[in-house]
């Protein structure tokens, strides 16, 4: 069986390049990246994780945290409840970090333009004669009343003020037409 290309000639080692900095740039490459940009920023990668984390105030362990209340009816005694309280020199990193949960969450979630168009098509031309948008030609998914009903629903609590003017803006042409 022949041999893979490039492999045959023999691996020199290369005496100009910097081991110690090639090892630490490909560790600094293997440690996982963090995804809290607060953290990232107050990260000392000197340190361990668990000095980090007690630091900024933070728990590596939530069981080691938060104790359990029963302990001492098991038999396990306690000694010094003052354990767990370690100084936090990074304050300001939870601070954020509570400060960006109390946010309000954006609604990114959001309908298809193919969605909303079906059922404004559907509204327009049938009004609620769910039986009747069953039988549409445009209904290419062959939805049954009840499904159409229920995409309408789904429409009217996404927008609802936006289906609040076009059914308005449906009853002035109705009017004019009369």
């Known amino acids: ?53 007690a630091e900024m105030g933070l728990a590596g362990d939530p069981n080691k945290a938060v104790p359990i209340p029963g302990k001492e009816l098991l038999g396990m005694e306690s000694n010094g409840q003052d354990q767990g309280k370690q100084l936090v020199r990074k304050p300001y990193v939870l601070n954020e970090m509570e400060y960006e949960a109390s ?32 039988r549409d030609e445009k209904n290419y998914y062959q939805d049954t009343p009840k499904q159409i009903k229920r995409k309408i629903n789904v429409y009217k609590n996404f927008y609802p003020e936006e289906y609040k003017d076009f059914v308005a803006s449906l009853k002035q042409e109705k009017m004019e037409v009369q």
């Open 103 to 134: 946010l309000p969450e954006k609604k990114s979630n959001t309908l298809s333009r193919d969605l909303i168009d079906y059922v404004r098509y559907m509204i327009q031309n049938h009004g609620e004669n769910y039986k009747e948008m069953a």
């Open 1 to 53: 069986m022949p041999k893979a290309k490039g492999k045959g000639r023999r691996r020199r080692y290369c005496y100009s390049v910097n081991r110690k900095r090639l090892h630490r740039s490909a560790r600094r490459r293997a440690a996982p990246r963090i995804a809290c940009s607060h953290i990232r920023q107050a990260w000392d990668r000197s340190k361990s994780v668990a000095q980090n984390l």
